[in-house]
């Protein structure tokens, strides 16, 4: 049955069964990705599986793959060996579903648009997707009330990131993709919408992949951590988290949150 | 009694000191046209600068007057040239920009061509076009047209090019058509670009149009120029070559006002 839902990375035209609740969100097996040619190797015979509603952070040393990793689910990049599923079908056909949104390092907001402008764009092109959740109560959902009419440049970077998330949970993803999300931001700012991204993982039970390379914010944010190592990206190791999943920015002082952190700190400069 | 000078004045007072403080913000600037037209005049009148050779400011004002009507009916012609020009060349440049952002290949083929009608003095190519159309409208038409073309041809296609890559990538996420990408985001972000183009071509076309009519015309403010000049009637040269450069300023004031119209947000600091 499984393999029977498999999509090669060339595209499988054959109609998609129903996802198998059991089976992962997003399941990668064997990918390689190449660039110029297949001169630069960026990801190497990896192979993961994200379980359905599951908080991942991908954490690695530079030139990873880790933005790669994600591109690859988000059909941003072609896999030029084995297999990428997201919610049992090839990315380009999840892209088409909106089965998945992406969060960019930029905001990406389009400047001439207001807040709720941006947040209402993803309706706006590629067919619109047939969920949506109300944009007004989304900017309420990340802090953003009374901001709707606020043009991009009026706001400040943390305040655009929040509106680039309620722009990606507009089309009711499965799952969200956030690509060093907060990496531009002061570590105040961080912090704040660290807890902000784990409440809105806990109300909307989406599956959320986290590309960070703070060891603080993977340990803090995700139920697992993926390590990727470099030159090729491969997994280094995907753990689970041993901390419960209510978590609050004081339990970063813990012991058993400094054993992990120490933990992974040894295993990335084993990369 | 004493409350009679209570009732407010008919006139509204922040009006009156909005005005004033108009006026004193401009103050160095009016003091510095005062003073030169004083030296101007002083020059003239100290030096006994025969009228034919450069006319004095009071002299200048008196062909006003006299003149109005004469300067009024030529200014019209040349108006309506510059405009038409204005708003032909800048059509052609935006479609040919639209063009070449989505077709490398006429890109390649026509921007040489483009480049090489740039690189040709307007002054040569004027009685080419006179022999060709004669000494109606067309002729100054195309001209100021010409001169608009090149400068909103480079700047229109380096806006619609302009877009960050990352915005690119979110309007693949978002399985947007290339036709929304171009109305959405590409026609958005050139219009600061373009509006640089349009203010210098909004100058350019009224001495393309005057430069025209020097060629062959018996209308219109160039024509006007080259008769007071053959005819050693300085004031009204001088009159003339002012009025052309209201002209000028009335057109860059209208694309100025269309600007600040269309373009409420703000290019730099957001992406």
Known sequence: ????????????????PAANPAAGAIRVENVDVTFSEGTVVALKDV??????????????????????????????????????DVQGQSPRDARRDRNFSYVFQDATLLPWRT???????????????????????????????????????ELSGGMRQRVAIARALVTKPKILLMDEPFGALDEITRDKLNEEVLRIWRETGTTILFVTHSIPEAA???????????????????????????????????????????????????? | MAEASQIPMPVPAPRLNRMLDAVVARGPALAAVAGLLLLWQGVVWFFEVPE???????????????????????????????????????????????????????ERAFFPIAVFINTIPIIALAPVLVLIFGNGFAPKIIIAGLICFFPTLVNMVRGLKAVPPATLDLMRVLSASNWEIFWKVRLQSSLPFLFAALKIASTTCVIGAIVAEWIGSNFGLGALIIEATFNFRSPLLYATVFTAALLAVVMFALVSFAEAKLIRWKTSDVH
């Open chain 1, 47 to 84: 192979s993961v599986e994200i379980p359905q509603g599951a908080f991942v952070t991908i954490l690695g040393p530079s030139g990873c793959g880790k933005s790669t990793l994600m591109r690859a689910i988000a059909d941003l990049v072609p896999a030029a060996r084995g297999v990428v």
């Open chain 1, 220 to 271: 803090f944010l995700g139920e697992y951590v993926l390590m990727l190592a470099a030159h090729p990206g491969r997994v280094k190791e995907f753990m689970k988290v041993e901390l419960p999943p209510e978590r609050r920015l004081a339990d970063r002082d813990t012991l058993e949150f400094v054993q992990i952190t120490a933990h992974l700190r040894k295993l990335l400069e084993e990369c």
């Open chain 2, 52 to 106: 034919y050779m450069a006319p004095s400011p009071v002299a200048v004002l008196g062909a006003f007057q006299e003149n109005a009507g004469t300067l009024w009916l030529n200014f019209w012609p040349t108006f309506f040239e510059a405009a038409l020009g204005f708003v032909a060349g800048n059509l052609v440049a935006i479609l040919l920009a639209v063009w070449f952002v989505h077709n490398s290949t006429a």
């Open chain 1, 1 to 16: 049955m499984a393999a029977a839902e498999l999509h090669t990375a060339a595209g499988n035209p054959a109609a998609t």
């Open chain 1, 115 to 153: 807040a709720l402008e941006n947040v209402q764009l993803p309706l706006e092109v590629g067919g619109g997707g047939d969920a949506h959740a109300d944009p007004r109560d989304l900017l309420e959902l990340v802090g953003l009330k009374g901001r709707e009419n606020a043009l991009p440049s």
